[in-house]
């Protein structure tokens, strides 16, 4: 159905297939009793040559998964394990998802999945119906989309489709519309993936999913003397940059489980997410986390207790010797990290470790005792020293006339503005920033439940559309790691097969 030639071309060592029967299940989709298009992201869909396709075609492909031409021929339901809430969990997988289809993205030649939500039952739906309300598809687009805004490394919301069926769900009114949700996502290979291997005893499959790992999403290290040593480093890198995202984004995800953190540091998998209204350490999303295991705070210390279970699945092939210091970097890199992220967000640049390291502890502190509005705060002060009078005019300026806030007023004079400052920008002439607080995810939502009308949802993503432009991380003109548009790994995007 593909109207591009291009499409066809494929490599077919890069596909998920080739790992074989061991590593997924083949499954059929759902047969939903209608297809209703909610949401395309067509700047994704453009980086991945699929921004031809009619409105027809996006829902063959993508409500009833006729396969994309050049990819996999029937979809995959994933296998892996995981600690849910550090409760080991030996009977998991994709239950009401699976690997559809693979392509390389157009802009730097990466191999993205195409992996869904709500598609129907697999032999790892455990009882469940194997779908989504379309609440919770609703809740996954507004995550991804304000996310990627604010600079987080995360899967794209790629479609939303209503499909017509009355759900029955135990934490919201019921019964509830129905939803199939398609994430594009850098790898659906997860910390759970290694430890089901590990679990089995299976140091064969274990050695083969690290090259394909390596092969795929760590090239780099194809030639590494120690590749188990080098390929943890790599991925305790890229878990703490998301931790550190995570933190100045002011974001909670709410079911750090090792089943959801994958081996690129992606962010994916959005059920019970909150962003701060305030700093608080203790701000919790999940109803259910009465602990606060997964709370705002103990996000990073969640990682890498995560990340120690990965390098434990790696002893087999590998020494507790080598692994370990490379395990022990996560914290370097996140101190490191929060710096460069908080300093981003605000649109400066970096001066030394020390400054910047005392400039974050100095803002944390006035942020926690001011319980100053969170994203205000940032959007305020973009630019540092360059935005005083548009902070003067803040509804949050009685904050900043305070005593307490002169540590931070002086630390910011010591920064510079970033070349991508773009205060000129429409966006920074608005009084408030655009959030996603639960109770605006309230208000997106109860229209569309009581009236069918999405005027807000479509209002809400084009100011999130204003805002990631302003930002500078709008995905047409920079990759997720900064990088120009360019030609893909073949001068052009392709389907695996």
Not at 37 to 46: C, G, I, P, T, Y
Not at 132 to 145: D, P, Q, S, Y
Not at 252 to 267: A, K, P, Q, R, Y
Request: with cysteine.
């Amino acid at each position: 159905m593909l109207a591009s030639d291009a499409m066809t071309r494929f490599k077919p060592s890069s596909q998920h297939e080739t790992l074989g029967d061991a590593f997924y299940d083949r499954v059929a989709p759902a047969d939903f009793p209608k297809t209703v298009l909610r949401h395309r992201d067509q700047r994704w869909a453009h980086r991945m040559g699929l921004d031809d396709l009619t409105d027809e075609q996006w829902l063959a492909h993508f409500g009833r998964f006729e396969p994309l031409p050049g990819s996999l021929p029937q979809p995959l339901a994933l296998r892996y394990h995981g600690h849910q809430f550090r409760s080991y969990n030996a009977d998991l997988g994709d239950g009401r998802g699976f690997l559809f289809a693979q392509g390389f993205d157009h802009s730097d030649g990466r191999l993205l999945d195409f992996g869904t939500k709500g598609s129907g039952k697999t032999p790892w739906s455990r009882g469940g119906d194997g779908r989504l309300t379309l609440k919770g598809g609703v809740r996954e687009v507004l995550a991804t989309e304000m996310l990627e805004a604010l600079g987080v490394y995360t899967s794209k919301s790629f479609s939303l489709i209503e499909t017509g069926e009355a759900l029955h769900r135990g934490d919201e009114p019921s019964p509830t519309r129905s939803s199939v949700l398609v994430r594009l996502s850098h790898s659906h290979i997860r910390i759970g993936t290694f430890q089901r291997l590990a679990y089995l005893e299976d140091s064969e499959s274990l050695a083969q999913l690290l090259d394909y790992a390596i092969a795929n999403y760590y090239p780099e290290l194809a030639s590494a003397p120690d590749k188990p040593t080098a390929f943890l480093e790599a991925v305790v890198k890229n878990v703490a940059r998301l931790g550190a995202q995570w933190t100045a984004a002011g974001f909670v995800h709410g079911v750090l489980n090792t089943d959801n953190i994958n081996i690129t540091g992606e962010s994916f998998d959005y059920g019970p997410w909150r962003f701060l209204p305030i700093y608080d350490p203790d701000f919790t999303a999940a109803y259910f986390d009465e602990t606060g295991l997964y709370s705002f705070g103990r996000q990073p210390d969640t990682l890498a207790w995560n990340l120690t279970r990965l390098a434990e699945c790696l002893l087999p092939l590998s020494s507790i010797e080598k692994l370990e210091p490379a395990l022990n970097t996560i914290w370097p890199e996140f101190r490191a990290e929060l710096p460069r992220q908080m300093l981003r967000r605000l649109g400066l640049k970096p001066r030394d470790v020390e400054t910047d390291s005392a400039f974050v502890t100095t803002l944390f502190g006035f942020l926690s005792t001011s319980k100053a509005p969170y994203e205000q705060f940032f959007f305020d002060w973009r630019g540092g020293s360059l935005s005083a009078e548009r902070a003067a005019r803040s509804l949050s300026a009685e904050y900043y006339a305070r005593e307490a806030f002169r540590p931070v007023a002086d630390a910011l004079e010591q920064f510079g503005p970033a070349d991508d400052v773009n205060l000129t920008h429409p966006y920074f002439t608005r009084n408030t920033p655009r959030t996603m607080l639960i109770g605006e995810v309230e208000a997106i939502w109860a229209p569309i439940a009581d009236r069918d009308n999405w005027s807000l949802f479509q209002t809400t993503l084009a100011e999130i559309a204003e805002m990631r432009q302003a930002y500078g991380v709008d995905p047409l003109f920079t990759s997720p790691y900064g990088g120009e548009v360019g030609g893909g790994a073949d001068g052009e995007g392709a389907f695996t097969g």
